[in-house]
């Protein structure tokens, strides 16, 4: 089953972002194996990044291995603090 996830940094703008972005994703531009979707975007009062993957293992694959790892060495110019963090088993998932 798809599993969504929604991070929203409060102050978090898109410069903070575009340092995180190239840390954490392939070079390519492609998506992490299992991510399926992602989006960001200004929030009120942040910056917002959802993303869906292909299962709730995926996600925790992705966040074990790469995310928390390289967000916890430091990231210049990058976010300076955790999300507040949204996740759910997508029970519908549909794109075009």
């Given at each position: 089953m798809a599993y969504g996830i929604?991070?929203?940094?409060?102050?978090g703008t898109r410069e903070q972002y575009e340092a995180a972005l190239p840390v954490v994703h392939p070079s390519d531009g492609s998506l992490p194996p299992g991510?399926?979707?992602?989006?960001?975007?200004?929030?009120a009062g942040g910056w917002t990044i959802m993303a869906v993957h292909d299962s709730k293992e995926s996600w925790e694959a992705f966040r074990?291995?790469?995310?928390?790892?390289?967000m916890q060495a430091g990231v210049a110019g990058s976010f300076t603090g955790p999300p507040q963090e949204t996740v759910f088993?997508?029970?519908?998932?549909?794109t075009g």
């Open positions: 929604i991070h929203f940094f409060p102050g991510q399926i979707f992602h989006a960001a975007g200004p929030s074990d291995g790469i995310l928390m790892p390289r088993e997508a029970y519908k998932f549909q």
